[in-house]
């Protein structure tokens, strides 16, 4: 008997996040190749890929198993900020909480927003509207511009009439490159399609945007039923929740197509069969 079925409190957790993980990409040819499963239980994973696959377990998509939804959900992008016209990295809260706003033009676009919402809203049977928005100053005055169009229609349920600040849409933290240069997203990006769970210098991992997101999605869904429910938030945030609801490896987020500022973007639930394709 191989010596690693000898340790059976080793393999445990081993063989439990591999469970959990079975839709990342350190097991994506489960379902293709059965055969393999073998194989990567036979051999004691090395430490690199137990942190992997802890990580990962810790941090799931939580719309996973999801089959359907209580609301169908939108992802609007803020508007041009100040910290775009700048090209900087803006993600440490106790900054982008009270600066880099949104630009004139912006704002122009953030009440663009708003009637593009109350012109959806009105060519579907929905209940009300709930707008979420990160308490970010780009993000939360995009979804105040957006939600003063909406209250102009006295027939629209705006749920605590206004915006509800949710700390789980804030921009992803980008570690040393904040306040730097917004050409280094592209550094990001490259470790993000090789390694959903990177930190690099400091980076939230992907892996980590998905866990909160998604959390955030099944809580409010359990709260409401028959609402257009809108995350206004920042590129990446919405980009990886995007596959989230695709049910797609986070890695590939930038393989979706670019959310541009102040977008509304109906987010689709995936069937189940179709995200194993």
């Known amino acids: 008997m191989p010596r690693f079925f000898r340790q059976p409190k080793q393999f445990l957790p081993w063989m439990t996040g591999?469970?959990?993980v079975q839709r990342s990409f350190f097991v994506s040819?489960?379902?293709?190749?059965p055969v393999s499963i073998t194989s990567t239980i036979l051999r004691a994973p090395?430490?690199?890929?137990?942190?992997?696959l802890l990580s990962l377990s810790a941090h799931p998509n939580h719309?996973?198993?999801?089959?359907?939804?209580?609301?169908?959900?939108?992802a609007l992008r803020h508007g041009q900020s100040e910290a775009n016209v700048a090209k900087i990295i803006a993600s440490d809260p106790d900054v982008a909480t009270v600066r880099y706003g949104l630009s004139e033009f912006g704002k122009d676009q953030a009440a663009t927003a708003g009637t593009t919402i109350v012109q959806e809203f009105k060519s579907q049977s929905f209940d009300g509207i709930l707008i979420?928005?990160?308490?970010?100053?780009?993000?939360?005055?995009?979804?105040?511009?957006?939600?003063?169009?909406?209250?102009?229609?006295?027939?629209?349920?705006?749920?605590?009439d206004g915006v509800i600040l949710e700390t789980r849409l804030r921009e992803r933290r980008f570690g040393e490159w904040d306040g730097g240069s917004d050409e280094h997203y592209t550094d990001v990006w490259r470790d993000d399609e090789q390694d959903p769970t990177h930190t690099t210098k400091g980076v939230e991992s992907v892996v980590s945007v998905t866990d909160r997101a998604t959390r955030l999605i099944l809580e409010k869904d359990q709260e409401y039923e028959n609402h257009m429910v809108i995350c206004v938030a920042h590129g990446d945030v919405l980009q990886i929740?995007?596959?989230a609801f695709s049910k797609m490896d986070g890695s590939l987020h930038r393989s979706l197509e670019h959310?541009?500022?102040?977008?509304?973007?109906?987010?689709s639930l995936a069937r189940n069969e179709e995200s194993l394709d």
């Open 18 to 20: 591999l469970l959990a």
């Open 29 to 33: 040819s489960w379902t293709i190749a």
């Open 46 to 52: 090395n430490l690199e890929t137990q942190a992997r």
């Open 63 to 74: 719309l996973e198993c999801i089959s359907s939804l209580n609301n169908s959900y939108y």
């Open 132 to 160: 979420l928005a990160s308490d970010f100053l780009r993000a939360k005055e995009t979804a105040e511009f957006a939600a003063d169009v909406v209250r102009k229609d006295p027939r629209i349920n705006l749920v605590g």
């Open 241 to 243: 929740l995007q596959t």
């Open 259 to 267: 959310l541009e500022t102040a977008t509304l973007r109906k987010l």
